[in-house]
């Protein structure tokens, strides 16, 4: 009876273990999948491609589960995968080298953008002429403010 109890708990710890193990294997998996393109074509993230029938899913997901399964660096995981299906499996560039220019460009060609837009914009606000007021005669303003007076008094 007491091999029984000793058993139970044994295997009840086992699953209790296991499950845990599994969900973070998974949850790593999708998250280095994210990390990846599918190669079918269609310029979506690995865990994202929903194509039925797709010829690259399968497999790539396979091969990404085998490779978690068995612990290994996701940086080697991703080198392994851009190794056999090149730089195009990434769905970010690296930071180093010519990926290090794809990361840099969006903010230097906007930092840029707004710098010249600043200086146009200077330019044309100073060159802006500022149009004289027409000068009035005095006759002008007198007779203006007469029919002013007639009005107010009707």
Known sequence: MKLKYSSALVLILFLALGI???AQQADRAKSLGRRMLCMCGCNQVLTDCNHVGCPSLSAMTKELDERVARNEPDDL???AFVQEYGQAVLA?????GFGLAAWIMPGAVSFVGLILLWFIVDRWRKRAVVAPAAK????LLARA???ADREGDL
Request: glycine share 6%.
């Open 145 to 147: 403010q007469r029919d």
């Open 20 to 22: 845990p193990a599994g």
């Open 77 to 79: 995981t991703l080198q």
């Open 92 to 96: 970010a560039p690296e930071a180093k």
């Open 136 to 139: 009035v005669s005095p006759e």
